[in-house]
């Protein structure tokens, strides 16, 4: 099967500004950034979307949260606050079909969302 753009960045076969990786998952910074913080966390499994994943992901899914956590508390936004996204399929906005996470912080955001 073809790799995903994700798993391109996170094989470094695209470059990107990679802010953490480990054994799981890589985070970058997102090309087009809607605010000053805009990372994006991806597991290297590429499961299309969090509506994909499957039981046997939970423990993979928790380890994402909590580097959510660690990635908004290195990027200075912890206590400040800031919004986690998961866009999923068509009605969702999601363009990449590989689970990612948005981590947008270092403005105040508005809701309803768009
Ligand atoms: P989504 O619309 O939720 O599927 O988000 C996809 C995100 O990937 C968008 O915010 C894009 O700006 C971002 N993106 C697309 N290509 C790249 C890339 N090569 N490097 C970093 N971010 C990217």
């Known amino acids: 099967m073809e790799e995903t753009l994700f798993q391109k960045i996170a094989n470094k076969e695209i470059p990107a500004q990679i802010v953490y990786e480990d054994e799981l998952c890589v985070a970058f910074r997102d090309v087009s950034p809607v605010a000053p913080v805009h990372v994006l966390l991806v597991p ?3 499961i299309p979307s969090i509506a994909a994943a499957g039981t046997e992901d939970a423990e993979l899914l928790a380890h994402l949260m909590l580097k959510v956590r660690d990635i908004a508390l290195a990027e200075g936004v912890s206590e400040s606050g800031f919004r986690v996204v998961l866009n999923t399929g068509v009605d969702g906005g999601q ?18 969302p768009g």
């Open 44 to 46: 290297r499994k590429p």
């Open 95 to 112: 363009t990449v079909p590989h689970l990612h996470i948005h981590i947008i912080g270092g403005r105040s955001m508005q809701w309803p």
